[in-house]
């Protein structure tokens, strides 16, 4: 059965302990960073870090918010990056928890194809060419344990189970946050494993707090259509 998410960002205080406890499962090496002016950091992902709370300080109707969001890849039902690349050696789905997996053969694959198919703008490419991002602590899951973060997480923002169950509980917490924060939504959560619940239009928290339509110029369409033009040229020579 698979596997999802429910992140639910009304209860996130942005103790970053997520971000943590992922870089020590992963033994992710720190950042080296300098303050920017804000609690944001490191300021981005990146290849050694899969997990980021973004930080972001609004004026919504009149009033000074804080808003938290705890980034990760989506692993998304149907993945634009395992459509883009087509290679089940360097990026693959898990069909027991539905996770979406990168291998280090992804350092011979067209990284830039697997970051521009990305509606997210998730993955991240590493000095040997290879690309990496968050696995579902995949590993933990098939021993019964709980992905790093969620097991970290302290009041209740991150939870993980089968992903009809997070879909009951995600809608069930949409009722109730809506009595308060009536623009509250449930984002994209009929395409991707990582559901989020914010309170306010999600460009107040991410530009890629949803799916772009054309991420980095390039949507899903047009990504299988970079891998059926070389077949089509190729057909056409034989004719």
């Given at each position: 059965?698979?596997?999802?998410?429910?992140i639910?960002?009304?209860?996130?205080?942005?103790?970053?302990?997520?971000?943590?406890?992922?870089?020590q499962?992963?033994?992710?090496?720190?950042?080296?960073?300098?303050?920017?002016?804000?609690?944001q950091?490191?300021?981005?992902?990146?290849?050694?870090?899969?997990?980021?709370?973004?930080?972001?300080?609004?004026?919504?109707?009149?009033q000074?918010?804080?808003?938290?969001?705890?980034?990760?890849?989506?692993?998304?039902?149907?993945?634009?990056?395992?459509?883009?690349?087509?290679?089940?050696g360097?990026?693959?789905?898990d069909?027991?928890?539905?996770?979406?997996?990168?291998?280090?053969?992804?350092?011979?694959?067209?990284?830039?194809?697997?970051?521009?198919?990305?509606?997210?703008?998730?993955?991240?490419?590493?000095?040997?060419?290879?690309?990496?991002?968050?696995?579902?602590?995949?590993?933990?899951?098939?021993?019964?344990?709980?992905?790093?973060?969620?097991?970290?997480?302290?009041?209740?923002?991150?939870?993980?189970?089968?992903?009809?169950a997070?879909l009951e509980m995600?809608?069930?917490?949409?009722?109730?946050?809506?009595?308060?924060?009536?623009?509250?939504?449930?984002?994209?959560?009929?395409?991707?494993?990582?559901?989020y619940?914010?309170?306010?239009?999600?460009?107040?928290y991410?530009?890629?707090?949803?799916?772009?339509?054309?991420?980095?110029g390039?949507?899903?369409?047009?990504?299988?259509?970079?891998?059926?033009?070389?077949?089509?040229a190729?057909?056409?020579?034989?004719?």
């Amino acid at each position: 059965m698979a596997k999802a998410f429910f992140i639910d960002t009304t209860l996130c205080t942005a103790c970053r302990a997520c971000q943590v406890a992922c870089k020590q499962w992963h033994d992710l090496p720190a950042e080296e960073t300098k303050n920017l002016g804000t609690h944001q950091n490191p300021p981005d992902l990146s290849f050694n870090t899969y997990k980021l709370v973004r930080m972001n300080e609004k004026v919504i109707d009149g009033q000074l918010r804080w808003l938290f969001f705890p980034e990760q890849c989506r692993h998304c039902i149907e993945a634009p990056c395992l459509e883009a690349l087509g290679d089940p050696g360097a990026i693959y789905q898990d069909p027991d928890t539905g996770a979406i997996l990168y291998t280090r053969q992804t350092r011979q694959a067209d990284a830039d194809a697997i970051i521009e198919s990305c509606p997210y703008h998730i993955p991240r490419k590493g000095p040997d060419g290879s690309v990496s991002k968050c696995d579902m602590c995949n590993d933990r899951v098939h021993n019964g344990l709980l992905p790093a973060c969620v097991q970290a997480c302290p009041t209740g923002a991150m939870n993980f189970g089968e992903r009809d169950a997070m879909l009951e509980m995600a809608n069930k917490r949409l009722e109730v946050v809506k009595a308060k924060y009536p623009q509250a939504l449930l984002l994209d959560p009929d395409t991707v494993s990582v559901i989020y619940l914010v309170a306010f239009p999600p460009e107040n928290y991410h530009e890629f707090a949803i799916a772009s339509r054309e991420p980095s110029g390039v949507t899903r369409h047009m990504a299988l259509r970079k891998m059926v033009r070389p077949f089509a040229a190729a057909l056409s020579h034989l004719g």
